[in-house]
Structure formats: C-alpha cells, structure tokens
C-alpha cells in the first residue's frame, strides 16, 4: 500500500494528512471543528441534485464520499481533537496485525486534490475494490482542465472505455472520464 513505510509511532511530529471517517452525514460537521481548530482538511465534493421542500429539486454542492474527510496535522494533534469528537475516526488499515491509521503522502495528496477542486461533472469517485491500478500504465494528462495530474490509465469494472484514475490507495479514488482537449503522456 502507498501508507508511508514506518509505523505511526515511529514518525517525528512532522504534519501529514491523516485519512479520517466521520459517520455518515458528518463530515463537514468534522471539517468545520477541525478548521476551527487551525488544522487544514479536504473533503471531496461534488453537485448532485437533492430535494429542497422550499424549491423543489436542486442542484447542491455534497460530500462525493460518504464517511469520508482529510485532515493536514500531526500525530499529536490530531489525537488530542478526535478525543473531543465521537464521531470522528481514523481510516486504518491491518498492518502486522493491527489497525495502522492510514497517512497519506504529500504529493498523491496534492494530485487527488487538484482532480477533486475542478468539481468536473464526468468524475467518477471509486472504492478501492473498484479498480485493479497493478494492471494499468502510469500517465500524465498534458493540455485540459487537468493539465499535469498524474495517475493511471485502466479500464473500470461496467466501464466501455478506458479512463484516468487518481488513486489515494485503500481509501478512494477519482475517475477522470473525459479529458478532451488534451493527450495522455506515459510515464516511466
């Protein structure tokens, strides 16, 4: 997995990005107390069209993944502020037989991000057993609204064509369905 290689508790109190859950429904609930708190968040978003008893059917902005926010700190810190709130979690993972909170690195951190902050319409938001990135090629897209995002070119599970993914591994992924406008670069 793309967790960084020493465990939690060997790290120095440098900050990194923490995957977090919130239950269902909380996660901007979470985001706000964090940043009241001075530690950055991401939250992945997206419009969706919801129901509103005033005006009918609109188009919202709504967290793209259920259970699911970032959180830019240090250990220590974020300890301390998720005793405060029983909703929030770490995201683990089983690591020589314990659960590990998952960190996520810098710059995969910053790709998934920049695909995320565009609000595309033809993103696509995956579990990670949706798509199988050992079988795919690394690429860059040159030129379009995603100029520069690194990822992998594979093709997804009910999916005709093949696409984009940038991959925060065992917590999500981002399917960039169209890129017109550009060409894909592949990587080494």
Known sequence: MLVDEKPLEFRTEEPVWFAMSATFGRELKAKTYLESQSVQCF???RYEMVKDKRQGKIRKLVPAISNLLFAYT??????TLKTGVEFLQYKTILEGGKNTPIIVPEYQMQQFIAVCETLNEHLVYLAPDEVNLEKGTPVRIV?????????TFVRVKNKRKKQVVVQ?????????????GGYLEILK
Not at 143 to 151: A, I, K, L, N, R
């Open 43 to 45: 939250v992945p978003m």
């Open 74 to 79: 240090t250990k220590s810190r974020i300890q």
């Open 143 to 151: 030129g379009s609204t995603f100029d520069g995002v690194e990822g």
């Open 168 to 180: 925060v591994q065992g917590v999500a992924a981002v399917v960039i369905d169209e890129y017109s």
